[in-house]
């Protein structure tokens, strides 16, 4: 860690960038995983999506059928 990155106190992967006085988090492992958690979400909503869509299709194609009896 060269000089322009100050330790904060009581956080092991937070610093201060002494140039913009911004607060940094250093965490790669638990960027890594946040990341990865996004895109499950993400797969998994378009999978729920789907599902949603494929349950409706069903529906009308039932509601179809019903009305071509009667």
Request: proline content about 0%; aromatic content about 6%; glycine content about 4%.
């Amino acid at each position: 860690m060269d000089n322009r990155y100050l330790k904060v106190e009581g956080h092991s992967f937070l610093v201060r960038d002494s140039q913009t006085n911004a607060i940094v988090n250093r965490d790669r492992n638990g960027y890594d995983t946040y990341k990865n958690l996004r895109i499950a979400k993400g797969k998994e909503k378009e999978r729920l999506d789907k599902l949603e869509n494929d349950v409706s299709e069903i529906k009308d194609l039932l509601i179809q059928l019903v009305n071509k009896d009667k």
